[in-house]
């Protein structure tokens, strides 16, 4: 089982434009050509910032169409907000706020040894690896840039850096990337090296 960020980003690292819109994802290609369908099928927990779930209400409509449901995820998904927000019919969604280490916990139980998925933003990722809980990130780094909006993964992480686990072309429109998380311990070896 493992705790990962999954997301796609622009090349100068951004997973949304400031104003929160995907508008460029979508035409860059498909998918279900990418390793997107393999991942989510070994996912069984889930959770996402307001902002992120907020996406997800105003594009229901485009949800549904595509996946068949506004709301397209089976797994148990959590929500983190500070504010009262509006659940969706069907879905399995509970609504939380703070430290994510007991959330975290309740997800692992509810995973039953699957993985366990951040969808983002970028400083929730960030909240989980300040609590020592990401074991990878992956990234479909995608053939634009934005030049601004909501950051990939607001967090110097240099010692020790990450781990590049593999890379994977998709057409001309992705390159994915995966990373393992160097655990507590790793940077204690690495200052010894330098
Ligand atoms: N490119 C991709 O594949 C991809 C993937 C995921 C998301 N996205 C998009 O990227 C954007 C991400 O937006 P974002 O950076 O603003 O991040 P976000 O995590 O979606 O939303 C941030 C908000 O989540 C709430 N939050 C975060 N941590 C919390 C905590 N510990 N306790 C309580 N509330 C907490 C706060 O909302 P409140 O104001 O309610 O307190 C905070 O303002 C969205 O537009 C999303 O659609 C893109």
Not at 46 to 74: F, K, N
Request: glycine share 10%.
């Amino acid at each position: 089982m493992k705790t990962q960020y999954f997301t796609a980003s622009s090349l100068d690292g951004f997973i949304a434009t400031e104003d929160d819109s995907l508008d460029w994802l979508f035409p860059l290609g498909n998918l279900n050509d990418t390793s997107y369908p393999a991942f989510i099928a070994d996912v069984g927990a889930l959770a996402m910032g307001a902002s992120t779930y907020e996406w997800m209400l105003r594009h229901a409509d485009l949800v549904a169409r595509d996946t068949g449901s506004p709301w397209p995820y089976t797994q148990p998904s959590w929500v983190f907000s500070n504010r009262s927000l509006a659940g969706l019919p069907g879905a399995d969604i509970r609504f939380v706020r703070g430290d994510v280490r007991p959330v975290h916990e309740k997800m692992v139980r509810a995973a039953h040894g699957r993985n366990v998925w951040i969808v983002g933003g970028g400083d929730l990722a960030g909240q989980f690896h300040d609590a020592g809980l990401l074991d990878e990130i992956l990234v479909q780094v995608c053939s634009v840039t934005l030049e601004r909006g909501k950051p990939l993964f607001p967090r110097r992480l240099t010692r020790p850096p990450l781990t590049l686990v593999s890379v994977r072309q998709v057409g001309s429109g992705f390159a994915e990337l995966r990373y393992a998380v160097p655990r507590a311990g790793a940077a204690a070896g690495q200052a010894q090296r330098t």
